[in-house]
């Protein structure tokens, strides 16, 4: 049997041979399929209301991250494209055979800061010295052999010595699933903690774009029990500048640029070592040969010695002797490792019932650690009654403080809590711990989400409820730390409470619509429409098509014109009319960079008309207003075009309902239709007005109003001053996550670069221009940048100017606006 017969591994293997078998057929258009599936279910008698399906329906089945299948499309589909009986039956296996993704690989949480250790480190010199001046380092080892302790020791020596300002920690959790998490879920995270937004798709791209935050901030990155080479391959082969340390129970096969320590387990010196530091020399030297028999018993893993010198301080009435026979009595059980599993007994039952009762709480709970507030949530006692159990767990080794205010366990303990609770609690306890750990993460998502996008976050499903009040800094950073949490925390839910799902998008959606990269947040919100479809519930569906709405057309997906339509009918349905609204100014926004500027404007015009006679339309209309003047911008009327942005920044300032990073945008997008006129003063001036109100509010309009300043200055022929400008738009280039935004920039550079005489540079910037606008399929900004790679080869090479000259006056045609006539004269004349 070839390869290419055994069952695929993966959803995303199983479109991939999809797309192959299409690309044989002659590459027929997803249109086509549906017709030809349309008329052979017909011939089969299909009834006529399920017989055709929808283009955007046949399209899915060929792309990437889906989390599950229809096997009969699939089927309809091969079967549309040629393939016989034999290969149907194939097909049908295959989809049988598929696993179905679990989005339990989905998403990694990290945190910032210094690795906490709650006790002295013991040992391990020589592998520390290694591991810190090693640069790209895998720490490999059994369970419960010091791994992280070593890594987060070795960091902390290049902290001290000035070579770093923090650590990175991800935890990448590679022993408690069946499916490692992707490599892209490792950047995501990553990406999240550094606030590195567009970087790309590609892992490449994002892996580069994370190296240059890494290094211009000094920050380590410890990358903590990985399952496989391929999660860490790509960050470690571009992360050269800063630490990057592995953590693995397996030796991976990775680079021989990446040293490799395997971490042995302990002599009787450094078991000795520990317990002297732990319960102190006196009691050590007294009973030397108990001391010697207690340090075999552990096996040489140091956390087992914690495990069981915690308990000895805990118990100063004992003897060594004492505890080294009750040790002996407690080696015949074997589920985990002989010395560890003896180890967790023990302290196990030396904790007090409501202490244990904590342990299998957390061990059950889908996060890898809490707050401390998150905790006392998730048992549903008091603050002052978790603190103490928390203590207690601590003090006694069976959790740990992974950073400053949080509680986790080590997978090792957390496995043995686990067993424990299957036998001990009710299932509908465990639910409830988790319910209440829910709650406290949606209150706090709320908080953060208003105090970030403060007065214009709506909240439609609970409407009542009170928030926190936060800073948008203190709201921004809780988002980006605990955005893993929240969605394993709802991922835990969805099977018996899938409107809490809906619940959470609502509150963190704009967050992630915003702040994390397209493929992510598309597979977060078709988790929320999936949780919406079982609550039955016209509104929740609205609320989670909003968002998933949203992020198709940011990617430019040929489906988002069918998602938005079918928002609006849920948006009706449910009498949801800022839903509606927001859909319809998306549709004006795809017919736009359809090139069908005429019908893209009266949406834009019409949506304001109707948000006139809505309460708390104001801000509808500024957006969709300030949208229509940019349209009017590119169909060539600029007078009219800045009347209209200087009208909404008007009516914004009187009133209460639009928030203040709006009108920046308004004094950005106000900028482009002067500088077409001529009007640079003006426009220099909206651009740093625009500055000024978006300073701490909003990123991705400051860079913005930067790139506009940087063109006024270009206009009155400051071409050094503006590249100067530029550069510092393009060193924080990770926080726009718009593709046509970056386009721009990159279509500036390069104007700017020519002007200075470096043709070389200017190209490769428009290169990269065309790639990010071609990948989202935005014509117009395709369009500019053909031009301008048309007349810089014209001085060459004539037939390749020639065919980007008709590249351009094609897409031109494509996105309208006034810019065709002049590439249409060029190429007449070329």
Request: proline letters at 4%.
């Amino acid at each position: 049997m070839t390869e290419q017969r055994m069952p695929p591994a993966t959803l995303d293997e199983l479109a991939a041979r999809l797309r192959a078998r299409r690309i044989a057929a002659g590459s027929p258009s997803f249109g086509e399929l549906a017709q030809r599936i349309g008329r052979a279910r017909a011939a089969r008698g299909v009834a006529p209301s399920s017989r055709l399906p929808g283009r955007v329906t046949v399209y899915d089945c060929f792309r990437d991250g889906r989390r599950r299948i229809d096997a009969e499309l699939v089927a309809d589909i091969v079967r549309a494209l040629g393939g016989d009986d034999e290969e149907l039956i194939r097909w049908r296996g295959w989809c049988a055979a598929v696993p179905h993704q679990s989005q339990s690989d989905a998403v990694v949480s990290s945190r910032l800061g210094m690795p906490t250790a709650s006790s002295a480190f013991i040992g391990r010199e020589e592998e520390v010295t290694l591991a810190s001046r090693a640069g790209r380092v895998l720490i490999a080892g059994m369970g419960g052999a010091g791994k992280t302790r070593l890594a987060g020791r070795a960091l902390a020596r290049l902290r001290e010595a000035g070579s770093l300002n923090g650590v990175l920690t991800v935890d990448v959790r590679g022993t408690e699933t069946e499916r490692p998490a992707r490599p892209a879920a490792l950047m995501e995270a990553i990406e999240r903690a550094l606030e590195v937004v567009g970087a790309g798709e590609a892992l490449q791209e994002r892996a580069a774009g994370i190296s240059g935050a890494l290094a211009q901030r000094r920050i380590g990155l410890l990358l903590d029990d990985v399952a496989t080479a391929e999660q860490v391959r790509e960050l470690l082969r571009r992360c050269r500048s800063m630490p990057v340390v592995v953590t693995s129970r397996r030796t991976l096969e990775l680079p021989s640029y990446v040293k490799v320590i395997a971490l042995a387990p302990w002599g009787e010196e450094e078991g000795l070592e520990l317990l002297r530091d732990r319960i102190g020399v006196v009691r050590v030297d007294a009973e030397p040969d108990a001391a010697a028999e207690i340090v075999e018993l552990t096996g040489g893993l140091p956390l087992a010695a914690d495990l069981v010198a915690a308990r000895i301080a805990e118990r100063p009435g004992w003897t060594l002797a004492d505890h080294a026979a009750a040790m002996r009595r407690r080696s015949a059980a074997d589920r985990l490792d002989h010395a560890v599993e003896a180890a967790i007994d023990g302290s196990y039952q030396a904790l007090s019932e409501g202490e244990r009762q904590a342990l299998r709480l957390l061990a059950t709970q889908p996060c890898e650690d809490l707050s401390e507030r998150q905790f006392a949530a998730l048992l549903g006692a008091s603050p002052e009654a978790a603190a103490a159990i928390a203590a207690g767990l601590v003090r006694s080794h069976c959790a740990g403080r992974p950073a400053e205010g949080r509680i986790g366990i080590h997978d090792l303990l957390r496995a043995f809590a686990a067993a424990r609770s299957w036998d001990e609690d009710a299932q509908t306890m465990r639910d409830a711990a988790v319910r209440r750990l829910g709650e406290d993460l949606l209150e706090a998502a709320w908080s953060a989400a208003e105090a970030l996008y403060a007065g214009s976050v709506a909240r439609s499903r609970m409407p009542e409820r009170t928030v926190v009040a936060v800073s948008g800094a203190e709201g921004s950073s809780w988002l980006r730390g605990e955005l893993g949490r929240i969605v394993a925390v709802s991922r835990a839910l969805a099977p018996w409470d899938p409107g809490f799902a809906v619940d959470l998008v609502e509150a963190v959606g704009r967050f992630v619509y915003e702040q994390t990269s397209l493929s992510f947040a598309r597979a977060y919100f078709e988790e929320a429409v999936e949780a919406a479809e079982q609550v039955g519930d016209p509104a929740a569906a609205a609320v989670a098509h909003s968002f998933l709405g949203q992020t198709l057309v940011s990617a430019g997906d040929p489906g988002a014109l069918e998602e938005l339509e079918l928002i609006r009918g849920y948006a009706h349905e449910a009498g949801m009319p800022r839903i509606d609204l927001s859909a319809m100014n998306d549709i004006g926004i795809v017919h736009g960079r359809a090139g069908d500027l005429a019908r893209s404007r009266a949406m834009f015009l019409e949506v304001a008309r109707i948000a006139e006679g809505i309460p708390s339309g104001d801000l509808a209309r500024a957006v969709v207003s300030d949208n229509a003047a940019i349209v009017l911008h590119r169909m060539g009327d600029h007078e009219g075009a800045a009347d209209e942005h200087r009208a909404v920044i008007q009516s914004a300032w009187a009133s209460d309902g639009v928030p203040v990073p709006v009108i920046a945008l308004a004094h950005a997008n106000l900028a482009d239709p002067l500088l077409a006129l001529g009007d640079l003063d003006g426009a220099e001036t909206a651009a740093r007005e625009s500055l000024a109100l978006a300073e701490g509010r909003s990123q991705r309009v400051s860079l913005q109003a930067s790139t506009a300043l940087a063109l006024a200055r270009f206009a009155r022929g400051d071409a050094v001053g503006a590249l100067d400008v530029l550069r510092q738009v393009q060193g924080q280039e990770e926080h726009i996550a718009d593709p046509a935004q970056r386009a721009t920039l990159h279509i500036a550079l390069g104007d700017v670069l020519l002007a200075v005489g470096d043709a070389t540079d200017a190209v490769g910037h428009w290169e990269r221009a065309l790639d990010l606008a071609s990948r989202a399929s935005f014509t117009y900004e395709q369009a500019r940048v053909m031009l301008r790679l048309a007349r810089q080869a014209a001085v060459a090479d004539a037939a390749r100017a020639r065919r980007l000259y008709e590249s351009a006056v094609g897409l031109f045609a494509q996105s309208g606006g006034v810019e065709p006539a002049a590439a249409a004269r060029e190429l007449a004349a070329l």
